[in-house]
């Protein structure tokens, strides 16, 4: 999966004019590559530096096909952003397991959820760059489009120790807000690896991640 892509310089973008492809067909992959080229343009220079012409040229598309999809770059920006968080969310609710040996206990399934979340950071920089460094400050809409990913994320974690505690009915219950701490928690660690580039290292946290997020969820469950 790929949320970013600079498109090559060097090879023709989508066909000019009249084409033997279809409209529908010419129309989704201009979103896509506009989609993925406002990631990278953002990444790299930051919003506030950002313009449409950095996009378009990135996309290899053309500047009327921008406007076609897009009100301005707030709204492909804004856009890009709802995109990649429900691609990741589907990422990490599909992503294959390991087979274990043995019946999956719930701390591996916790443990397992939080290194798919990592990995995906490490994989797409110019996502968690995005999402954690440029969209709070782009305007209020965007931090709207920030709240809503982390509620996506924090409705897994909720999910997860339901089922959990269905097994340990000595937990006590948390308040909703907890699930928002977690989710706030994990991404500030993850700001602090991205903001130095070191997203690459994320993979490295998930056991320490994992005893965060059971501390934070009130779920003891002990090391194998």
């Known amino acids: 999966m790929r949320l970013a892509e600079v498109y090559d310089p060097g090879r023709p973008g989508l ?14 992959a201009q979103r896509r590559r506009l989609l993925r080229a406002v990631i990278s343009a953002v990444a790299e220079n930051g919003y506030a530096a950002t313009t449409v012409a ?8 053309s500047r009327k096909a ?3 999809h897009f ?6 920006f804004l856009s890009a952003m709802a995109a990649a968080q429900d691609a990741i969310v589907r990422e990490l609710m599909t992503a294959p397991r ?11 399934i916790l443990r397992n959820s939080v290194g798919a979340y990592l990995a995906l950071c490490a994989q797409e920089p110019e996502y968690a760059r995005c999402i954690l460094i440029e969209l709070p400050a782009v305007g209020p809409r ?21 089922r959990a505690a269905e097994s340990h009915p000595e937990w006590p219950p948390v308040p909703d807000q907890v699930y928002a701490a977690a989710v706030g ?9 991205v903001s130095e580039g070191e997203a690459a ?21 002990p090391a194998p």
């Open 15 to 28: 066909p000019r004019g009249r084409s033997s492809l279809p409209a529908d067909v010419v129309r989704t």
């Open 54 to 61: 950095h996009v378009v040229a990135r996309a290899r598309v």
């Open 66 to 68: 921008f406007y076609d």
């Open 71 to 76: 009100s301005d770059l707030e709204d492909c």
């Open 98 to 108: 390991p087979k274990p040996t043995g019946p999956t206990t719930s701390r591996e």
């Open 142 to 162: 965007a931090l709207k489009g920030r709240n809503r990913g982390y509620r996506m994320v924090a409705d897994l974690m909720r999910a997860w120790r339901e």
């Open 185 to 193: 928690a994990v991404a500030e660690l993850i700001l602090l690896y």
């Open 201 to 221: 290292s994320l993979p490295s946290l998930r056991d320490p991640v994992t005893e965060i997020l059971l501390g934070i969820l009130a779920a003891p469950l």
